[in-house]
């Protein structure tokens, strides 16, 4: 059986401000935001014009938006982002600057990836391949 053809795919962060948390993704990665007034609830978060790119993210506000408890708790990750970074040293201030956190627990043993948690509690990790 033969997949779709998928000309973007978009990861959608449930969040309390989808405004806020969109800001937040847009100054780490350097996207722009694009928002619907048609959804006042959904923004986009999209690479730059003329940047390719099959992926994209967005964030969707939900009422009683519950932050997630990773690595363990009542509220589990259901999702993360990975971004692959030349340098996790040079990227991580950006990060911070932009209002994420360092988790407290690290599970790479040789610091490839680094775990982070965005201002609204999902964990996404710095990456080295």
Do not use: K, N
């Amino acid at each position: 059986m033969a997949g779709i053809t998928a000309r973007r795919v978009v990861v959608a962060l449930d969040c309390p401000d989808a405004r806020e948390l969109a800001e937040f993704y847009a100054s780490v990665l350097g996207w722009r935001i694009r928002a619907g007034a048609e959804y006042s609830d959904w923004v986009d978060v999209l690479p730059t014009e003329g940047e390719p790119s099959a992926v994209a993210l967005a964030c969707q506000t939900v009422p009683d938006f519950r932050a997630p408890a990773w690595p363990e708790g009542p509220i589990p990750a259901q999702v993360h982002l990975d971004f692959y970074v030349d340098s996790i040293a040079d990227s991580e201030p950006a990060v911070l600057a932009a209002g994420a956190r360092r988790h407290e627990h690290q599970p790479s043993p040789d610091g490839r990836f680094v775990v982070y948690l965005d201002p609204v509690g999902h964990p996404f990790c710095l990456c080295e391949e």
